[in-house]
């Protein structure tokens, strides 16, 4: 890592309160450029072990950080903002690296976002408008569009089976021990664009999950929307 590379808690502080913005202003703004530019682009090596202490790090950011900001923080690291999860799917390491990555990211789910996301929220009631709204439901539509942001989504159509299974077993684990609606309509959106291109691999994850017992009727509606392809 350069001399002049962000430290870890100056990387994450900017995921969380300007890279969103500057990400939306860096075209028209000179100083948001160079600061979009000089938090995004440091090497791989460094970025991946970053995002993997993000994301398996104790939930202090929730402490840290408005529940606004932490949604901008999910949209820029997870999206075209940062394009950091294409370094995180693509970059190449073992098995075991591999499996790291994506248990962290499992972390994230169960540490942060099960205790902030809303006990009873669906897509349809989302008013959030996307980045920059101040509804309180924001943080829900960010973790639920995590996996159509232009990043993780990639990972199931990876030409390494090691990713594509790392990326199944985290969706495996979210619809497992998740409950929070957001997280599993999350999982449920990852595998139904799977479904639409021919995915009997999803397809069978979503049937196991129909059979939990005492889902609520709105998960099981988008759930059946999923099994068929039939979301955006």
Known sequence: MGDDAPSYEEWERYCFTQGEADFAECAEDDMAYDR????????????IEFLVRLFADESHIIERYTTRQ??????????YGSESMFEFVY??????????RFR??????????ERVCLVDWTPMSDDSGG??????????????????????????????????D????LLDRILRRCT??????SA?????????????????????????????????????????????
């Open 188 to 232: 449920l959106h990852a595998l139904g664009h799977e479904v639409g291109g021919g995915g009997l691999r999803a397809r069978r994850r979503i049937d196991r999950f129909l059979e939990v017992p005492g889902l609520p009727n709105h998960v099981v509606e988008y759930a059946r929307s999923a099994r068929t392809g039939s979301i955006q």
């Open 131 to 164: 980045a920059g709204s101040q509804a309180d439901d924001a943080i829900d539509s960010a973790v639920y569009m995590i996996w159509d942001m232009g990043g993780i989504e990639l990972a199931l159509c990876n030409s390494t089976h090691l990713v594509v």
């Open 36 to 47: 979009h530019e000089h938090f995004t682009t440091f090497d791989s090596a460094t970025l």
């Open 91 to 100: 970059a190449d390491a073992s098995a075991k690296d591999i499996k790291r």
């Open 180 to 185: 929070k609606p957001a997280c599993l309509y």
């Open 104 to 113: 962290a990211v499992g972390d994230l789910y169960e540490r942060v976002f």
């Open 70 to 79: 932490l949604a901008d923080g999910i949209r820029f690291v997870f999206g």
């Open 166 to 169: 790392a990326s199944y077993a």
